[in-house]
């Protein structure tokens, strides 16, 4: 209930402000017209201040120390940045690659899902997992799978320009194996 006060307040702070920063994460909530109230608002304010800083944070910076080990990519960022306004940012295939590798090389949730089997299932390498198995998967080794990725545990963003099925199937799993840990 005091978090929810909270972030209440920080939207109520918001509505009083002349000039607000545009563009910060707040901004672009309020400004939002898909939310049909403050209260709605709130609600994400405070996924941000409980769950969303953390593991952001930690993602930042994990991509800010490969680019620190990495000049040369650090130096075709910055001209990348340098030759676009900020609105297109996200329109950058380097930038993308860049977050992707460092996010595959540095996941949130390296230790993966835990799950209970539905059905019976035989590994490629002949073994029985039974049906109600506790099954464990984690996420570190299949985002460096060497049957999958060329150098696993390097910082390679370029691997992004032309990436195989597996790897996206390998990439995305962090999110759709995460939704049922986090939501």
Known sequence: KRINMLSMKIINGYHELENPTKDTILDRIMNNKTY???M???ADVTTLLIAGHDTTAYSIAWILKEIAKHP???QSLRTSLASCSTDEFDKLPLLRYIVKEGMR???VASGGPVRVLGRNIKTSHGYLLPQGSII???????LRDPNVYDNPDSFIP???EN???EMNDSFFAIFCWQTKLCG
């Open 36 to 38: 049909q109230n403050d």
């Open 40 to 42: 709605e608002r709130a």
């Open 72 to 74: 040369a990519i650090q």
């Open 105 to 107: 090389l540095h996941p």
């Open 136 to 142: 464990f998967m984690p996420l570190i080794l299949v």
């Open 158 to 160: 370029s691997r992004w």
């Open 163 to 165: 990436p195989t099925k």
